[in-house]
Structures are given as C-alpha cells and as structure tokens.
C-alpha cells in the first residue's frame, strides 16, 4: 500500500528535510504545508553547526548552543552567514577579476571578521582542475593571513591600553601569524588546553581533592609524562617552531621552549583553580603558584593577614618543586643586588612574556640566518619575523623615549615586509603604527609609503613592455638558482623587475640609491 507524504511521521519528515540544501528549504516549505509546520528551530541550528566552522566571537555560539534552542532564530542566523559566504565570494572573484580596488575587496572581506574563515577556506581548498585555481589559492591565503594577524594584533594593542588579555591568547597570537589554514588558533589553543585539564583529573581521580602542592607537582609529572613540555624528538633549541604554543599543542612532537613550557603549564593549572603564573627569572622562565588566601599551599590554615610563601616550578626541566633559597643563591652567582630579588622571584606581566617570546623568535631566527637550517618543521620565517616586529612595536619596554628608540629600530625592519602585506595590512599600520611613531622622523616616510599604497589601489596596473633593449641588462633567468656571496644564503629566481619597482621607503631602507646604478638596474625576486 502507497503511503503519501502527509501519512509520514514527523520523525521521518525531519530527516529527510535535514537533507534538503538548506538554501532550498523555504521554497520546499512554501509548497509543503507538512513541511512547512515542521518544528524548524532544531533544524537550523544543526545547518548552523554543521555548514560553518568558525563564528566571530560576537555571535556567542556555545552560548547560543547551551541555550534553550527557540531561545535563538537560528534561521536568522544561518542566512546571515550564508550573504556573507556570498559577498566574499564575490570579492574573492572580483579580486581575481581585476587588478583595480584589490585592497579594498580585501578589506571588506576582513571586515566580517572569524565569519569569514569558512568562505575564505572553501577558496583556498578550491580543486586543481579549477581555471583560476593558482590564483584564487594565493589571494585567498594571503586575505585569511591578513585576518589572522588582525586578530593576534587586536589582542597586542588592547593588552598595551590596560586591558586584560590571558596569557594563552598573548602567546597565541604568535601562531596566527604563521597559521594559514591548519589548525592552532585562539579557539584550538584553548580547546586544547582544556583537553589537557580535563585529562590530568580523569587519570587521577582524587586530583581535586589534594593539596595545592601536590596539585602543582601532579600537573607538572603529567605534562612531562605525556611529552607537553620541554624539547623532544629531533628538534634543536633554537628551532623556530618551539616558540609558538599552538604548535606545541599540536599532535606530534611538543617541543617548546621554557617560556612556553612554562605557559601551557600555567594555563593548565589556572583552569584547574591554581594561582599559576609565569616567573621571569634571568635567562629562564619559572612558574610561580601562590597560595590561596588564608591557607599554604599544603592546606594549613594561616591567621588573617598573613601572607603565605609561593612555590617555585619548573617544568620545562623536572617536575619537582623549585626551592626558593637555590634560586637566590643563582641570583647572587649572577652578581644581582638582593634588593631586586622580589621583583625577579616575582610574576611576570603578560606583556613582559610576549616581549620575551618576541626577542627569543628573533634569536631563533638569526639562528636559521647562521647555521642555514629550520629545523625538521619551520612556520613562516617572513611571517615569524613579521609578529615579533608587531610584538615590540606593540608592547615596548622601559619609558617612553626608551619605547620610542626601540620602535624606531623595529620599524626599519618592518618597512621591508610592507609590500608583502601591503594587500591586507594596510589599515592596521594606519590604525596601529602611525600613531604610536607621531612625531618621529619614519612617521612621514611610512605615511607616505601607505598614501601611496593607497592611491594606486583603485588605479589600473600599467602593461610593462619587455623589449629586447630592456633586457639586454637582465642577466639571470627565472629557475636559476645561486648562492649569495655576500649573505651566504641559496635561493632560486621566481622573477625579475628591468629597475627597482619597491617603494621609496624600501629603497632608502635598503640604500638601494647608493648602489652604482641606483634603482635603474634589475632586481630579482627569490624564494
């Protein structure tokens, strides 16, 4: 016997409905009236979950989630991302369409914030039989690069205007400079993290029930049994990968370094209801657990008033507690005054981490210039650079001429990445950079070097006629590879300019105007 539609069970309706494209299910509702009627909240949140990834932080989802579901219009919400999924993609195309308004298109996208990720993956996984498929890859990836750095930058600045930032999100602001499209962003680092709480009471049971003491030495034996701290497998110290806790955190090898040892095991404990923070000690960084008002880290109780010691760990090393007394007998080896103990046995300020984290990314990286090798897995070396850059500009330490001395150093060494970035970052230096260096002597030569970044945006590219007369001086070819005598670095030609095309900020940067020839000789680019 046939059974028709209107005999089926609402059960049976809702799951064939759940396999409707969600874009068709208003017209397939408009014609249905037993679909129509169909409880529609639960439908659309699970279009909701299941079509889009990331959220922007304003859409509070896991609240939503955790919510009743008619608490929210969920229909709403889903079509919301879905103009957005289409506005991006008109501007991904109208990117790749023309030269003119590129930076303009790609700040709209950027615009929309974390809602813009899936759209902008969808892109950059586009399938190799696509026409356009080098092209749509490469601007893609370099619009989710620009929204990562906004994110990471965003947190920097509000952390330099007194806001309170934690200390995961500092560090993990590093990551989304060289994160592209794997995994290791804000919500990975703390989704991990989390993991690792919850685990460290599942594999002990009566975990809550113990001292603060045995908490913080049972955290530290966990995270070093499980290979979350400290160097492992193959990696040298220096290896730039070690400096970033999102890669830390990654399946794999955990290699880190103390500073960021000492981060996950921070943030581990914090959720975990222990006062846990870094300790920056000369050279070395240290974890500093204080106890509980009114009681000592072993569980006494103390008098009112009275202000219990803090206990020393280091995990990055053992996972025995560091005796205060070993680490002023160090201090006093170094020849340091006793008088600035407590304030290096003290907790470090989030931003004195980033700024630390900052300098020894620097150092692994001149480590790469000496011994021209990045380890067994290198991030971005340009975009490893480029977020300790954003790091100091940001987060300067000592007075504000001091601050103003080493922001005028740092923004030597910025200039040379602009042009990379210049489709995407140019509204940060313009909200962030410029006016931090107001009144220095860079600030009218960067704002120059934007104004006229921007005044070519919207103008057609010029057609550069190569003639044989122009090439006459053009004496290597794209594929070539060779070894530099002067930097010592082997590198392969992916193109040529007949002259010097780089800004005028570059150019003076570089002293390209006192090479014999000045800009009017051909300049290579390699990889």
Known sequence: MAITLTELPVEILRQIISYIPPTSVPTVQTVSRKFNDLPQPL??????????EYWSPKHDLQQKLLGSVVETDWKKLFFHRHSIDRSITQDVDGILASQRNRIEKAERIMGHGYDAKDALLQHLNVGDDAEDVLARRFYSSAVLGGLHRSMAIREWARLNDGDVVSLERALAAFDMFV???RDGDFHDVAGRLDGIA?????ENSDFMDQSQQQKAIGIAEFLRQHDLTGISGNSQYHDLQNNFIGIALQDGPHSSLPLVSVAIYCCVAQRLGIDAQPCGFPFHVLAIIKPSPGRTLDGRHTESGTLSEPMYMDPYRSNQEVHVKDLQAQLQKLGIS???FPVLLGASSTAEIVRRSAKNIITSLQ??????SVG??????DGALYAALWAVLLLPEGSTITAGAQRATFLSSIAELIEKYSLTDTWLIEKYILPLIEGCTQHGQLQGTISGIRTTDP?????????????????YKVGQIFHHKRYHYKAVITGWDVECAATDYWMTHMGVHKLPRGKYQSFYHVL
């Open 376 to 381: 067994h897995f290198a991030p971005d070396v």
């Open 179 to 181: 994160l592209h499209e």
């Open 459 to 475: 103008v057609p590219k010029n057609v550069k006629v190569r003639t044989s007369e122009s090439l006459r001086d053009v004496r």
């Open 367 to 372: 480590a790469i210039s000496r011994d021209h």
């Open 338 to 340: 006793p008088s600035k």
């Open 43 to 52: 439908l659309w949140r699970d279009h909701c979950r299941t079509h889009f």
């Open 198 to 202: 919850q685990q460290v009471c599942s």
